[in-house]
């Protein structure tokens, strides 16, 4: 069994509303230190392998193919 994490963020330079409501809110809330937002997602997944070569291929297969929009979203995978 492999474990892994991919994190997805918007490339530098792609508009991020939902981070600039984030930073909105939390200058609302008196956090005013906070100078900016980007939001992203994070996948933990479990792979049903021992072989970890196969599974960094399979995990680069599956961001390029559903979990990461590769326009406008960049992606890094973390493998125990």
């Known amino acids: 069994m492999i474990k892994a994490?991919?994190?997805v963020t918007l490339k530098n330079g792609v508009l991020d509303?939902?981070?600039k409501?984030?930073?909105g809110a939390l200058h609302a809330l008196d956090f005013s230190d906070v100078?900016?937002?980007r939001q992203g997602k994070?996948?933990?997944l479990e792979l049903d392998t021992a072989d970890r070569a196969k599974a960094e291929t399979e995990?680069?297969?599956m961001c390029e193919k559903l979990l990461a929009n590769t326009v406008i979203e960049?992606?890094?995978v973390e493998v125990e």
């Open 35 to 37: 100078a900016k937002v």
């Open 5 to 7: 994490r991919v994190t």
């Open 59 to 61: 995990l680069k297969a």
């Open 74 to 76: 960049d992606y890094a």
């Open 17 to 19: 509303p939902q981070g």
């Open 42 to 44: 994070v996948f933990d």
């Open 21 to 23: 409501a984030i930073e």
